[in-house]
């Protein structure tokens, strides 16, 4: 059953790559569960901003306003007819507004000038009009008001002859009925604003975060089968930097992690028992994928199974087998065997795997790029051929193939790659970089191991276990492999078409 599933899995997709819609569309729905906090805090953030800033800048406007009928008496003593009433209400407005009575009305209130402003509104196919004082004190607003009403009919007298005003409706000494809307309209403006940054932050995540998800994903872009998925163990924070790594030989291993190790295992053994290989590299694409944990719990599975195993840290400028397998102790590295400081039996160190089986370690020493120079040269080749013909299978620990030309180079005197991908941390085109180094090499590609799986199904088997273990192993993200490292010069390399052969001269692909 397993055998037909892996070539289900293993079969490429026939069709060209092209955008996947419902895929962009997941993308957009994980990075919005990954960022929801920081989304929620920037639309939070610029509703708060834009409340604050209209608040302390925020002037109250109180309106005083009255509604008045407008009729002239004519010298007879009768009313005009309701015709010369509209025409007068129409220009009644601008006399009121006039600088003289404006001048006038700041007299009667002993001011200098206006404390406010005046507005006039008449209704058409009327005679009625609607005066409006506006004033930041409530008060001024509203004796603004009836000092208009009051000093009219000294200057419209002029233009209409003798005036009435009637009052039919006033608002009283008025309040700040503004405020209100205004607060409201700064807190829906904010939080638009947000709502605009955010989807702006998610779209930025989206488009340069592009990374692996799930095995479909891999299985439409890469020609690999899946040999396993390894269950996702979620780790505490600890007060140390570095914790203690994720190793089978722990007891506090969940079983679920456990049973991923033993899958591994068992399709690993039969394709290299099938295929009479001895010789297996482990390596991914970018460092932090998990690969020298997958390569150490891989020989501790495989030697508990009684099999020979001799497993070899093969990254020298950073070796992390030691740490993994919890070794403190000073041993030769693979460099001083390389250059004849120490003899192969001396620098082979037995670690015990349980009570009766053991595997035998050849730790990396101290990081060197000089000993990486090393690995690509005939030195290697012999080495590996002593390690043969002492082992059931030589599990080497290689440096990240796409960003490193050592991966590729040692691939010419190894039988099987096995690839190791993390789960939502690499960029499937570092993925396929990596793999097609290593294909040129003609190496046999095993497959790949679906590292830290924390898709819906990865899920179902990886929930509540909390434990202090995890990947962190001075990392970061690539740590060792900075900016002026190495491993940046070569990925440099490989971008145009070059990378280095074993003495360190630069060729081409």
């Known amino acids: 059953m397993s055998e037909r599933y892996e070539r289900e899995d293993s079969r490429p997709s026939s069709q060209p790559e092209k955008i996947d819609l419902l895929h962009i569309v997941a993308d957009f729905l994980y990075g919005l569960k990954k960022l929801w906090v920081l989304l929620l805090v920037v639309v939070v953030a610029c509703t708060l901003r834009s409340y604050f800033a209209t608040s302390s800048s925020y002037t109250p406007s109180y309106v005083a306003s009255a509604t008045m009928s407008v009729t002239t008496v004519s010298g007879g003593g009768g009313y005009m007819d309701s015709k010369s009433a509209e025409q007068m209400a129409t220009v009644f407005p601008y ?123 891999l299985k439409k872009q890469v020609n690999l ?120 039996d001396t620098a082979l160190c037995d670690v015990s795997v349980d009570s009766s ?31 043969r013909e002492q082992a059931d299978i030589v599990i080497l620990d290689t440096a990240p193939a796409q960003l490193l030309a050592d991966a590729s180079l040692m691939a010419r005197y190894v039988d099987a790659a096995l690839y190791v991908v993390r789960y939502d941390y690499t960029k499937m085109k570092r993925i396929r970089a990596g793999i097609q180094a290593l294909d040129v090499s003609g190496i046999h590609m095993l497959g790949y191991v679906f590292n830290s799986d924390q898709s819906a199904k990865g899920k179902r088997h990886s929930r509540g276990y909390d434990y202090g273990y995890g990947y962190g192993y001075g990392y970061g993200r690539y740590w060792r492999y900075s900016h002026y490292s190495h491993y940046a010069q070569q990925d440099k390399l490989r971008e145009t078409g070059k990378q280095q052969d074993g003495s360190g001269r630069v060729i081409k692909n």
């Open 95 to 217: 006399v009121l507004t006039s600088g003289v009575l404006a001048d006038v009305v700041a007299d009667y209130m002993g001011l200098d000038a206006l404390p406010g402003s005046v507005s006039v509104t008449a209704e058409e196919g009327t005679n009625l009009l609607t005066v409006s004082a506006t004033s930041s004190d409530p008060q001024a607003a509203y004796d603004l008001l009836h000092a208009m009403i009051e000093c009219y009919p000294q200057v419209g007298e002029f233009v209409f002859g003798q005036t009435t005003l009637e009052i039919l409706d006033e608002t009283g000494v008025p309040t700040d009925t503004q405020k209100e809307v205004v607060i409201r309209g700064s807190y829906k403006r904010g939080a638009v604003q947000g709502l605009v940054l955010a989807l702006v932050i998610l779209c930025v995540y989206v488009l340069s975060h592009r990374t692996v998800q799930s095995t479909d994903q």
């Open 357 to 387: 089986n053991v595997l035998r370690v050849l730790y990396g020493g101290k990081p060197s790029k000089a000993d990486a120079l090393l690995l690509g040269r005939t030195q290697m080749e012999e080495l590996i051929g002593k390690l």
């Open 225 to 344: 089968s899946r040999l396993a998925s390894i269950t996702y163990v979620r780790g505490k924070k600890r007060k140390k930097k570095n914790g203690a790594p994720l190793c089978i030989l722990n007891s506090h291993v969940p079983e679920t992690y456990l049973e991923s190790i033993r899958k591994l295992r068992m399709r690993v053994a039969r394709e290299m028992e099938e295929k009479g290989y001895k010789t297996l590299m482990v390596t991914s694409s970018v460092p932090g994928e998990g690969k020298t944990t997958i390569a150490a719990n891989l020989a501790v599975a495989l030697a508990r199974q009684g099999k020979k195993v001799i497993l070899v840290d093969c990254d020298a400028r950073n070796p992390s087998l030691a740490h993994v397998l919890g070794s403190t102790d000073e041993h030769p590295g693979l460099g001083q065997v390389l250059r004849g400081e120490a003899e192969l």
